[in-house]
């Protein structure tokens, strides 16, 4: 299984008025991480809208929060891929304290493919499939 990693940076507007991240921006976090992973391996989102009329939309999500981040905490978010279906995908993903390691949240979050034209349940197209297994199973 491999990983993958992707640096954020916690800025004044993640946080809320007790001066840490607010809970809903993890999950901020972990898309972008997502889209990136994607992107890593050839696979960006609005050309795959373009060109096959295909999109990837949030399913179901069960999320744990651990301890907090704090505003201009350098965080590192792991994601992997713990399930891939035929027509979903599942991600792992983990957001840690770049300078001490510390577990911060984890999550797992089941992605949907979806033809863009109908906003219906298709079956994720091969070349992606091929290389989401090549690169993270």
Request: contains cysteine; aromatic residues 10%.
């Amino acid at each position: 299984m491999t990983e993958f990693s992707w640096p954020i940076r916690v800025y004044y507007e993640d946080t809320d008025a007790g001066g840490v991240v607010y809970y809903a921006n993890y999950l901020k976090f972990m898309e972008r991480a997502r889209t990136e992973m994607l992107r890593a391996i050839g696979f960006e989102q609005d050309r795959l809208k373009q060109e096959q009329d295909v999109i990837f939309a949030v399913h179901s999500i069960n999320a744990k929060y651990h301890k907090p981040a704090v505003f201009n905490d350098e965080l590192t978010v792991i994601s992997h891929i713990s399930d891939l279906a035929k027509a979903s995908l599942t991600f792992s993903q983990r957001i840690l304290r770049a300078t001490d390691q510390q577990l911060l949240c984890s999550a797992d979050i089941k992605v949907a493919c979806l033809r863009a034209s109908r906003f219906a349940a298709t079956a994720i197209p091969s070349d992606i499939t091929q290389r989401v297994s090549q690169e993270y199973c």
